[in-house]
């Protein structure tokens, strides 16, 4: 069965703190691993990773996917009120369609406290 | 900036009544997605649809459910006979082409409460 944990489960931090989720997955026909911010309502996409050791970037966001080791962090760097949130990590499988599936894990609540 | 909708965004039904839950996907989309999430659980998968067919299905998605595209625009999901367990948050996604390379967008979803 697909498996997907993250950690931790919530982390509480100040504004201004720089934090590192982690996800780390077990999973057959790995396609790519998205992370996803869940506020209210909707996963608002964030970043896919489907390479080894490549950074991405997106403002104070960041992220990185190691293949071999099986796992992927999500850093945020001087951290807002606003983003606070829970972020979701997803693995991409391979179906028989050629339309992946997405297996999430349970997420991780981010509080930032002003 | 296109985006997945969803109607309706709350739905409350009696334990046995049909419900149907609409999404439209974003408009070049090919591939379309349910997923739910119950209350304090994580998102799951529960069924692909792409050319007019069920692609994929996971094992929550019975014969209770059947999902629709009925029109050009609306893709829909369909609960038969709702039980309490079915209270979820079910969101609708899409994505352009099902490929590696592209991402699943979600809507905003559409909280379902069985009563």
């Known amino acids: 069965e697909d498996k997907v944990v993250q950690s931790p489960l919530s982390l509480v931090v100040h504004e201004g703190d720089t934090v590192t989720l982690n996800c780390s997955y077990e999973v057959t026909n790995f396609r790519s691993l998205l992370w996803y911010k869940q506020e209210k309502k909707a996963p608002t996409f964030l970043f896919m990773l489907?390479?080894?050791?490549i950074e991405k970037k997106s403002g104070r966001l960041s992220s990185i996917l190691d293949k071999k080791e099986l796992f992927s962090i999500l850093n945020i760097t001087a951290t807002q009120t606003g983003d606070s949130a829970v972020y979701l990590c997803a693995v991409e499988v391979e179906s028989n369609f050629g339309n992946e599936k997405l297996t999430f894990g349970t997420g991780t609540r981010l509080t930032i406290i002003p | 900036e296109p985006e997945v909708t969803q109607t309706p965004s709350h739905q409350v039904t009696q334990m046995g009544q049909e419900v149907i839950l609409r999404c439209v996907p974003i408009?070049?989309?090919?591939?379309f997605y349910w997923y739910r999430q119950i209350l304090g659980q994580k998102v799951e998968f529960l069924v692909s649809f792409y050319n007019n067919e069920i692609s994929e299905k996971s094992e929550i998605f019975d014969d209770q459910f059947s999902v629709e595209r009925p029109d050009g625009s609306n893709f829909t999901l369909k609960i038969r006979s709702t039980k309490l367990e079915d209270s979820a948050m079910y969101f609708c996604?899409?994505?352009?082409?099902?490929?590696?390379?592209?991402?699943?967008?979600f809507g905003p979803g559409t909280r379902l409460t069985v009563l």
């Open positions: 996604a899409s994505s352009e082409k099902g490929a590696r390379t592209d991402t699943q967008y």
């Open positions: 489907t390479s080894s050791g």
């Open positions: 408009s070049n989309h090919l591939y």
